[in-house]
């Protein structure tokens, strides 16, 4: 079956870029979508269909996919910039695989 | 306002069965594919299954997981989806979302959940 992997934690300093992979087999060929869940809360949509920002989600966000981006392999890319303490959050990226949707396990992102 | 309301969550026992509900309100749901997603305690997103919509023959499709033991159907009257839970285990024990897929296929929004406890 299809795997998504993702570092389970990357810490930033506030103000600075915080970067979270997302890594699978042949993932340049696949849309990623990347969501962020606070503590307590639903997830929310921050990126789809590798780099488009749904309305309201902050410029800070940005995404890329080795398909379409400078980045080489299997690997999509979340970046956040200007990273703020209301960022402090678990992401999730996913694709779809056959129809079925395949979830990375998660960075928790610390903001120090 | 747009939003997915869960309901039907709560404690069952072990091979016991349980039916949620996701009713939407400030949109239809007729055009869309609804999905569910689960999150254990601690731990990340699982997907359990989607069912299409009526021009898509109302399709449904399930996670390895779940698969013979839940189904997924949909109300469009009613702007309700449904999650059929049976020969519950221990494991299913999680928070489950339901979710709209969009035309662009993202999942745009999401319910505040319900939880579900599979325990004796």
């Known amino acids: 079956s299809y795997e998504l992997t993702q570092p389970p934690s990357v810490s930033v300093s506030p103000g600075q870029t915080a970067s979270i992979t997302c890594s699978g087999d042949?993932?340049?060929?696949?849309?990623i979508s990347w969501f962020q869940q606070k503590p307590g809360q639903s997830p929310v949509v921050l990126i789809y269909?590798?780099?488009?920002?749904?309305?309201?989600?902050p410029e800070r966000f940005s995404g890329s996919n080795s398909g379409n981006a400078a980045n080489s392999g299997n690997t999509a890319i979340l970046t956040i910039s200007g990273t703020q303490a209301m960022d402090e959050a678990d992401y999730y990226c996913?694709?779809?695989?056959?129809?079925?949707?395949?979830f990375g396990g998660g960075t928790k992102l610390t903001v120090l | 306002e747009v939003q997915l309301v869960e309901s039907g969550g709560g404690l069952v026992q072990p091979g016991g069965s349980l039916k949620l509900s996701c009713a939407a309100s400030?949109?239809?749901?007729?055009?869309?594919?609804m999905h569910w997603v689960r999150q254990a305690s601690g731990k990340g997103l699982e997907w359990v299954g989607r069912?299409?919509?009526?021009?898509?023959?109302?399709?449904?499709a399930y996670g390895a997981s779940v698969k013979g033991r839940f189904t997924i159907s949909r109300d469009d009257s009613k702007n309700t989806a449904y999650l059929q839970m049976n020969s519950l285990k221990t494991e299913d024990t999680a928070i489950y979302y339901c979710?709209?897929?969009?035309?662009?296929?993202?999942?745009?929004?999401w319910g505040q959940g319900t939880m579900v406890t599979v325990s004796s």
């Open positions: 042949k993932l340049g060929g696949k849309y």
């Open positions: 400030g949109f239809s749901i007729s055009d869309s594919a």
């Open positions: 979710t709209r897929e969009y035309s662009t296929g993202f999942y745009d929004i």
């Open positions: 269909q590798d780099t488009k920002r749904p309305s309201g989600i």
């Open positions: 996913q694709a779809w695989d056959s129809s079925t949707a395949i």
């Open positions: 069912v299409r919509s009526k021009v898509n023959s109302y399709a449904t």
